[in-house]
């Protein structure tokens, strides 16, 4: 609900140099968020924590009208806004001291599941550890976990993991490093959008953010304090994957890894992780109901699939109805058929596969994913 309380959570977030830990003492010592604009600077500095740098810099900011703004963006949008101590803040993340003190979501959905996991890993994921991810989050289906699938909208594992929740009619929550007036990377709209009607986009960060590399670091710690454990599938041996299991780990969150040989580039980050004891290894569902005292349900499915109506351009659906003809066809073929030259064919393939129609195979062959129906 937009109030004008809202304007003052807002500019809370938005004060230079004050992070959240300090933004949340503030409201504490002063009792009201329009009252932390309103002290003196002598009374500010009495605050512990607050010298008179950080003082001036809450007399002097002009985040009032940033707000203002922001709220005009937010009705525009339907995006809801959520304050830290409002009763929809995730509950597992309000335990994160480092938690943001607001976070704006676009989707419809309970950030209170009863069972939450993030996936995360390289963007350079080998067809393995695409295969791992699709298999396990069925497995998860199939036993009637249904967690809600958290990660952070990248290519590789993310993606994967998104689309492998949307197939299998579980939730599923992007966590963005930026505001949501863009989507980056921009060829993940579609994917983005099938997420908001079976999930939410969350981020900390207003419209017009300056797209840098260390927010999406930072958007990991909401990744990590949104589920109850976080697995990572395949990572060099540096990546944000690695940033986003020590966050869980220093929140007392469940990590496990996916283990590969040594020689593999893209495992020498999860074996490290279960070599240091700050993962768990994972090769199974069953290690992870095992650690997380998760009961196997049995292999019950629901009696009514959840299908995907997907809304396709005249191309993509040329693209499908040939898909449809053949278990599996390589994109020369499928050029061929439809007469449309390679540069064409390709980015609609990759938008085909980011909305999880369809799905790539070694030797660059393509085939259409069964389980939606268009």
Known sequence: ?????????????????????????????????????????????????????????????????????EIEFIK???????????????????????APILIYTLGEMDLNSRKMISIVGTRKATTEGLAFTEKLIKDLKDRNHNPVIVSGLAYGVDA???????VNGLQTIAVLGHGLDI?????????AKSIINQGMLVTDFPCKSIRDKNNFIKRNRIIAGLSDATIVIESGEKGGSLITADIANSYNRDVFALPGRVSDKYS??????IKTNKAAMLTSIEDLEYMLGWEPEGNKKDAVQKDLFIDLSDDEKLITEILKEQVEI???????????????VSPILLNLEFMGVVKTLPGKSY???SSIYL
């Open 268 to 273: 020498k980050g999860c074996n490290n992780l």
């Open 160 to 166: 994967a993991a998104h689309q492998a929740a949307l």
């Open 183 to 191: 989507i980056y990377p921009a060829s993940h709209k579609s994917l």
């Open 367 to 369: 085939k259409l994913i």
């Open 76 to 98: 525009k949008s339907k995006i809801t806004p959520i304050f830290y101590l409002d009763k929809e803040y995730p509950e597992r993340l309000k335990h994160c001291e480092d």
């Open 1 to 69: 609900m937009i109030n004008d309380d809202l304007k003052y959570k807002i500019a809370l977030s938005l004060i230079p140099k004050i992070g959240h830990v300090t933004a949340k003492k503030l409201v504490a010592y002063v009792g009201s968020f329009k009252g932390v604009f309103s002290e003196t600077k002598k009374n500010l500095m009495k605050i512990p924590g607050i010298g008179s740098v950080l003082a001036e810099s809450i007399i002097n900011s002009d985040v009032i009208s940033k707000a203002e703004e």
């Open 330 to 344: 390589t994109i020369d073929l499928i050029c061929l058929k439809c007469n449309m030259p390679t540069s064409k």
